[in-house]
């Protein structure tokens, strides 16, 4: 714990706070393994028997997996401020609500990874 002054009051602040570049990262994770599960249920609910649309399903499925790992690596790896960018245009609509609560155990997860020294 560490005390804080802001205006003339004291605020005591947890270290193990919300650090929000790593709860930015982990939004973008989650967003990746998002299109990653869209992935696996093109996968599952594919129709073989209907084959006018293999072609533009087998394009669906291919860009959505690739843009899930493009996600998920870039929010691994990526830089931090561009990585925060990114984030923020994501979580513009109020659907992002959802994601935000469903980042947060990813949060939990990779957040020892990147904790300063």
């Given at each position: 714990m560490s005390r804080l002054f802001v205006d003339g009051v004291?605020?005591?602040?947890?270290k193990e706070?919300?650090?929000p570049s790593v709860y930015c990262r982990s939004y973008i994770v989650t967003l990746g393994l998002t299109f990653v599960g869209a992935c696996a249920f093109i996968w599952q609910h594919q129709d073989s028997g209907n084959t006018g649309w293999a072609g533009l399903r087998l394009t669906l499925f291919?860009?959505?997996l690739l843009v899930g790992f493009a996600l998920?690596?870039?929010?691994?790896?990526?830089?931090?401020?561009k990585m925060e960018r990114w984030a923020e245009v994501f979580s513009r609509h109020e659907a992002s609500l959802?994601?935000?609560?469903?980042?947060?155990?990813?949060?939990?997860?990779?957040?020892p990874f990147y904790r300063r020294r």
């Open positions: 004291c605020v005591t602040v947890r706070s919300l650090e291919l860009s959505f998920v690596f870039f929010g691994i790896l990526g830089p931090s401020r959802i994601v935000l609560m469903v980042a947060y155990p990813i949060y939990l997860v990779i957040s």
